[in-house]
């Protein structure tokens, strides 16, 4: 019985939020990208990934989107934003390259993707119910 996975299917799920190239690999930034890569995070993820795939664990992308004039963005008085004198981070704008998911790390026909408003993607979101649906 050692080798039996400890995942429960029907009570197992794997919530990945924010797993896109706005987070994990910028355009014009080397060296972040280069700290993420050492990382292994997304090696990682994709092995982890695979392993449940192939147990039937459902998988639920969270990403965000915004439309380019912002106009769908609410941002918080929080105290990071007001460290950084209320600049608004960039807007990942829906269909771009930074709201996408990095390349090894592409979302499957059967998998759930939740467009988070907010930075908790329990927070404006149907993640809850789908989740306690399965």
């Not at 299917?9 to 990945?16: E, F, P, Q, R, Y």
């Not at 807007?91 to 709201?99: G, H, L, M, N, Q």
């Not at 467009?115 to 993640?127: A, S």
């Given at each position: 019985?050692?080798?039996?996975?400890m995942?429960s299917?029907?009570?197992?799920?794997?919530?990945?939020n924010?797993?896109i190239?706005?987070?994990?690999?910028?355009?014009?930034?080397?060296?972040?990208?280069?700290?993420?890569?050492s990382?292994?995070i997304?090696?990682?993820?994709?092995?982890?990934?695979?392993?449940?795939?192939?147990?039937q664990?459902?998988?639920?992308?969270?990403?965000?989107?915004?439309?380019?004039?912002?106009?769908?963005?609410?941002?918080?008085l929080?105290?990071?934003?007001?460290?950084?004198?209320?600049?608004?981070?960039?807007?990942?704008?829906?269909?771009?390259?930074?709201?996408?998911n990095?390349?090894?790390?592409?979302?499957?026909?059967?998998?759930?993707?939740?467009?988070?408003?907010?930075?908790?993607?329990?927070?404006?979101?149907?993640?809850?119910?789908?989740?306690?649906a399965?």
């Open positions: 019985m050692e080798n039996q996975p995942i299917k029907g009570s197992t799920a794997l919530v990945l924010d797993m190239n706005a987070n994990l690999r910028k355009k014009n930034d080397p060296e972040h990208n280069q700290l993420i890569a990382s292994g997304i090696q990682a993820s994709v092995r982890f990934i695979e392993a449940l795939r192939r147990l664990v459902p998988i639920f992308w969270i990403r965000v989107e915004r439309r380019s004039d912002n106009a769908d963005a609410i941002f918080p929080t105290d990071t934003f007001l460290a950084s004198g209320r600049k608004r981070p960039p807007t990942i704008v829906k269909d771009s390259y930074e709201a996408a990095v390349e090894e790390l592409p979302v499957q026909s059967g998998d759930q993707v939740v467009i988070k408003p907010r930075l908790n993607p329990f927070i404006g979101t149907d993640l809850d119910l789908q989740l306690r399965r």
